[in-house]
């Protein structure tokens, strides 16, 4: 397509609930990345896809929050037993190098509210 | 402890006053500095990668510069579509592509 595109743009839910937030990247796009946006905060890194490597998961805050990605194309982070701490606005973007030196280009977000 | 520290956080200009936002950074061995400009219920939009003390980019109004501590982002005569937060990151030491970003400068540009 030609940017990212992330759905649900918004999503209620209620703690104790899982969610599935998606992502589908620009077509061609190998670096996929995903950050968090907390009211106030500067954007939090969470966890870093490249090809068909091992992603790079070291910026998840808990075991709740986990991540996949199908081969170089749409990926999924996936929030467990929903805190309202994890309320924030969950942005995806991709990259066409792996190094961020020419951009990501994100998408719209994810508006997660836990109630 | 922050990396990027963004000054001042809110900024309120009349069309055509020209001004400067700051980014300091702590940083050792700065391999990437990066602004992004980004709009209300939008995700960020890349303007600048700089690499080195007294590289300078620029865009339209934009004109981004950077020293051994800090990152200035000018803004020459803006206009009110120049409106959005501006955002300031940069490349995390320990690893090859997560970027520590700052918080923000929120900045206003009134007719």
């Known amino acids: 397509g030609a940017g990212v595109s992330q759905s649900p743009s918004n999503k209620v839910t209620e703690k104790g609930k899982d969610v599935e937030l998606r992502c589908d990247p620009i077509s061609g796009h190998t670096a996929l990345y995903w950050y968090r946006q907390r009211l106030g905060q500067g954007l939090e890194f969470l966890i870093y896809?490249?090809?068909?490597?091992?992603?790079?998961k070291s910026g998840l805050p808990s075991d709740r929050f986990s991540a996949e990605r199908t081969g170089e194309s749409v990926s999924t982070l996936t929030i467990q037993r929903t805190q309202q701490e994890d309320s924030a606005v969950y942005l995806c973007?991709?990259?066409?190098?792996?190094?961020?030196?020419?951009?990501?280009?994100f998408g719209s977000g994810t508006r997660l509210t836990v109630v | 402890e922050d990396q990027v520290t963004q000054s001042p956080e809110a900024l309120r200009l009349q069309e055509g006053e020209s001004s400067s936002l700051n980014c300091s950074y702590t940083v050792s061995g700065l391999r990437g500095l990066f602004w992004y400009r980004q709009d209300p219920g939008k995700g960020p939009e890349f303007l600048f990668t700089?690499?080195?003390a007294g590289e300078e980019k620029e865009k339209e109004r934009l004109k981004a510069t950077l020293t051994k501590k800090e990152s200035f982002l000018h803004i020459t005569a803006p206009k009110p579509e120049d409106s959005a937060t501006y955002l300031c990151?940069?490349?995390?030491?320990?690893?090859?592509?997560?970027?520590?970003f700052g918080k923000g400068t929120s900045l206003l540009v009134t007719p």
């Open positions: 973007a991709s990259s066409p190098s792996p190094t961020p030196f020419y951009g990501y280009t």
């Open positions: 700089l690499y080195s």
């Open positions: 896809f490249q090809g068909n490597s091992a992603p790079d």
């Open positions: 990151a940069v490349q995390d030491p320990n690893s090859g592509y997560a970027l520590n």
